[in-house]
């Protein structure tokens, strides 16, 4: 299992960009990565998945460099809400049931 | 329907008591999970059904018993727990791949 490594804490000011880096220096031909964010006391919820390059939805957008040692999941212009805890995962995308374990995620903390 | 429902939300029991947590989901995937979380703690890896069987179990004491009746259903039994176990029970579904749908928890409390 590939594992992750993400910064333990971040802060940022309503309106900036964020930019978190996930490393998973071991990422095995198969594997995707998949971002998860957590609010206190509720389960994570699924932001985004990638395999390479870039990948943008609704929310937020994931770059995935060549190497694919790492990504960077950006939040554009966060709000208060989205100070929350985030988590990336690297799994096999074929894996049915496959072991999904969570690294230590980063808390990030919007302040006004 | 998109939705992972767990019941109940919260949960408080002795160490003699017996109790299950339930979850249901309708959304036809058929891998599920079960994760333990204590505060500003990672969720941690309980066991996993894959198509109704038990495919991995992360060396859970014996305490925690899981059940999967059928597709949408997953039980998790709990006998003689410990102070230690209070943590929010976290129960997930899955389509495949490392994507998971998460409910919102069974808040638990042994005392």
């Known amino acids: 299992l590939a594992k992750t490594t993400q910064p333990i804490s971040m802060d940022s000011y309503e309106g900036q960009e964020v930019n978190i880096t996930c490393s998973h220096n071991n990422i095995a031909t198969n594997d995707y990565i998949t971002w998860y964010q957590q609010f206190p006391s509720q389960g994570p919820r699924f932001i985004i998945q990638g395999y390479k390059t870039k990948v943008t939805n609704e929310v937020a957008s994931l770059f995935i460099p060549a190497d694919r040692k790492s990504s960077t999941l950006s939040l554009p212009r966060v709000s208060l809400s989205d100070t929350a805890v985030y988590y990336c995962?690297?799994?096999?995308?074929?894996?049915?049931?496959?072991?999904?374990?969570f690294g230590q995620g980063t808390e990030l903390s919007v302040k006004p | 329907d998109t939705e992972v429902t767990q019941t109940p939300k919260h949960l408080v029991m002795g160490m003699t008591n017996k109790k299950s947590l339930k979850c249901e989901q309708h959304?036809?995937?058929?891998?599920m999970y079960w994760y333990k979380q204590k505060a500003k703690k990672p969720p941690e890896l309980m066991f996993v059904?894959?198509?109704?069987?038990?495919?991995i179990n992360e060396s859970v004491p014996s305490r925690f018993s899981p059940e999967c009746p059928n597709s949408s259903l997953l039980n998790l039994h709990l006998h003689a727990l410990q102070p230690e176990d209070s943590a929010l029970y976290l129960c997930?579904?899955?389509?495949?791949?490392?994507?998971?749908?998460f409910g919102s928890g069974t808040q638990l409390s042994v005392l």
């Open positions: 997930a579904s899955s389509p495949g791949g490392e994507k998971l749908f």
């Open positions: 059904y894959s198509y109704e069987k038990l495919s």
């Open positions: 995962l690297v799994g096999d995308r074929n894996n049915q049931g496959g072991k999904l374990i």
């Open positions: 959304m036809g995937h058929r891998a």
